[in-house]
């Protein structure tokens, strides 16, 4: 599934190996968690309330709808925090994983 | 007096010629943004590793961009500057702020708030799939992230910054399909002796529409939105042309805007008084000629308190801190601010004709149908919020929230605040203003589970 966004430039930035819901991926160094997830995925998280999914609205870190989950049990506003290697993103959310 | 050292909130253009009046006479202020670095929104500077200059950053702006920039760094030593840094609740003498996951207090006495604004959004049928985004929020993509929101973008809504960014994304090597303007074509015509208050920005508005126009990307007037396609993701956008034809185009984004909101949380929780602003049709925090507030020691400057664009943004920036100043006294700053304020009346001009040029079109808000969500942090539809008015008696938009929970979501109202009040006005059957204002409340924006628990200690 090709990402929701399209890298324009800057391009040559460091890799980091991260994965998303289980499968490799990778992103840059600089590349905002939203952005990792977005270059390879149409979807940041699912909505509590409805099941749908979502892929953040803002940007800007004001309308909070892209809370994402990490396997290791945090949760980071997508949009503001950086990528980090190794980071094991899950876009399903955790709830819907019986953690 | 011994008074403590004066805070400044927001980084922008506002918060650093503020911080730089400050320092130019003698005083070390705290200066707080929750960002990593300074420049606010139309000066965000890219992450570190990121080689793009700043021409091709900001385009047309970037010697402002530059100036700005070096304006702050050259600060560094004479301010104390606390990035990564979210002030999330105000009380009289102290404000709380969180770093790093951490929350601690911070007393003080004088505090300029420069915080800023974000885009107004209407909903409209699927707004919610992935793939739609604010406008703002398509441009920090480019900006700060060197990314386009999608591979085929269309840009919806209304505002001069919908024909920039949509240029900033074409000439970035973005596909952009379509740029649709709410507002009619004849009222910019009606608005353009205003709009000359300021001729460079005129003439750079012209410019960007004439560019797209030029490259074949279809621009029009007077539409109305229908509706997103897709199941998962954006897939196309129906939209309705100033005729009432009905046009279906293919896109996999879309960059939503109609003009822009002022942040205006923390003079809220200071318990600043607000009107009602007819011309930018939003609750405005009050403030008098120098930018000063009914509450002793809090100032205001920049699109938080009202939007006037990044130029006025530096003005009245430095103009609260002349206020503080005066109040602190000793000095008289009065011939300064009254040359800025003459200044600031051909921006108020040039305001008054965007707004003419680009209405926030409320008929398209008060007609959002009922099976549309309105509040996406929650899932309420709007005609859940109709109900709270018709059945549950909800007279002003608080009631109404407690009722249908509109506004009450993580974002705080941010987002679905301007349409809520039009839908709720419209379902009451009167003036907008009637319809009151959400108050605001803290945390201004959640806080991770280890602070909340800091706080309860
Ligand atoms: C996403 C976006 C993009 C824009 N792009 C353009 C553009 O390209 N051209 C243009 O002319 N106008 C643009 N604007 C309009 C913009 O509002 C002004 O031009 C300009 O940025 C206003 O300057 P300011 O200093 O008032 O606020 P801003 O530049 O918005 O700066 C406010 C700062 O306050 C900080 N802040 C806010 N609340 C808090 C808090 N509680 N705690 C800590 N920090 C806080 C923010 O992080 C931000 O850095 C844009 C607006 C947005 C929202
Ligand atoms: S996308 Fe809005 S807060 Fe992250």
Redo the contacts between chains.
């Keep these: 599934m090709s990402g929701?966004?399209?890298?324009?430039?800057?391009?040559?930035?460091?890799r980091l190996a991260i994965t998303i819901d289980g499968e490799p991926a990778e992103a840059l160094?600089?590349?905002?968690v939203l952005?990792a997830l977005?270059?390879h995925t149409?979807?940041?998280r699912i909505?509590e309330?409805?099941g749908?999914?979502?892929?953040?609205?803002?940007?800007?870190?004001?309308?909070?709808?892209c809370?994402v989950g990490l396997a290791d049990g945090r949760?980071l506003r997508a949009?503001?925090s950086?990528a980090e290697a190794g980071m094991a993103l899950e876009t399903t959310g955790m709830t819907l994983r019986g953690r | 007096m011994a008074a403590e050292p004066p805070v400044i909130v927001g980084t922008g253009p506002a918060g650093t010629r503020a911080a730089e009046t400050l320092v130019r006479a003698g005083l070390r202020p705290i200066v707080i943004d929750e960002a990593p670095a300074s420049g606010g929104q139309i000066y965000r500077r890219q992450p570190p590793g990121f080689t793009r200059a700043d021409t091709e950053v900001y385009g047309f702006e970037a010697d402002k961009a530059t100036r700005l920039h070096r304006a702050f760094d050259g600060l560094a030593d004479r301010i104390d500057y606390r990035p990564n840094t979210l002030v999330w609740s105000i009380r009289p003498d102290r404000m709380h702020l969180l770093r790093g996951g951490r929350v601690n207090e911070l007393a003080f006495s004088h505090a300029i708030f420069a915080t800023g604004a974000m885009d107004r959004v209407i909903p409209f049928p699927s707004w919610t799939l992935p793939g739609v985004f604010t406008l703002g929020g398509a441009q920090v993509a480019l900006k700060y992230q060197g990314c386009a929101i999608g591979r085929r973008v269309v840009f919806l809504g209304t505002g001069p910054l919908l024909y920039l960014v949509a240029y900033q994304y074409a000439r970035a090597g973005a596909r952009v399909v379509a740029v649709l303007d709410t507002a009619p074509f004849a009222g910019k015509l009606a608005a353009l002796p205003a709009l000359l208050a300021r001729p460079g920005m005129a003439a750079k508005g012209m410019f960007y529409l004439g560019w797209l126009r030029s490259r074949g990307v279809t621009v029009a007037s007077g539409i109305r939105p229908v509706g997103v396609e897709g199941t998962d993701a954006v897939a196309g956008l129906v939209w309705r042309d100033d005729a009432g034809r009905e046009h279906r185009t293919d896109c996999d984004a879309i960059a939503l805007g109609f003009g822009l909101k002022a942040e205006t949380q923390l003079a809220d929780l200071a318990e600043v008084p607000f009107t009602w602003d007819n011309l930018q049709r939003q609750w405005l925090p009050e403030r008098d000629g120098w930018g000063r507030t009914p509450v002793g020691g809090i100032y205001l400057a920049g699109d938080g308190a009202g939007i006037l664009g990044a130029d006025a943004a530096e003005l009245t920036g430095e103009r609260a801190a002349l206020a503080l100043l005066q109040d602190r006294g000793p000095g008289d700053h009065g011939q300064r601010v009254a040359a800025i304020n003459a200044e600031l009346d051909r921006h108020r001009r040039f305001r008054a004709g965007l707004e003419a040029a680009f209405p926030f079109p409320d008929d398209l808000a008060r007609s959002t149908a009922d099976d549309t969500i309105l509040c996406r942090c929650e899932g309420v539809s709007a005609g859940e919020l109709r109900r709270a008015a018709s059945e549950l008696g909800a007279g002003e938009v608080n009631r109404a929230k407690a009722f249908s929970r509109v506004g009450m979501g993580r974002c705080q109202g941010r987002v679905c605040g301007p349409a809520a009040a039009e839908i709720l006005a419209a379902a009451l059957g009167v003036p907008i203003e009637q319809a009151g204002r959400l108050r605001g409340q803290a945390p201004v924006k959640p806080l991770p589970m280890a602070a909340v628990l800091d706080t309860t200690q």
């Design positions: 929701q966004f399209q890298r324009l430039a800057e391009t040559n930035r460091p160094a600089g590349d905002t952005t977005l270059a149409r979807r940041v909505a309330f409805g749908e999914p979502r892929a953040g609205f803002c940007l800007m870190g004001a309308c909070q709808d809370w949760r949009c503001t950086f």
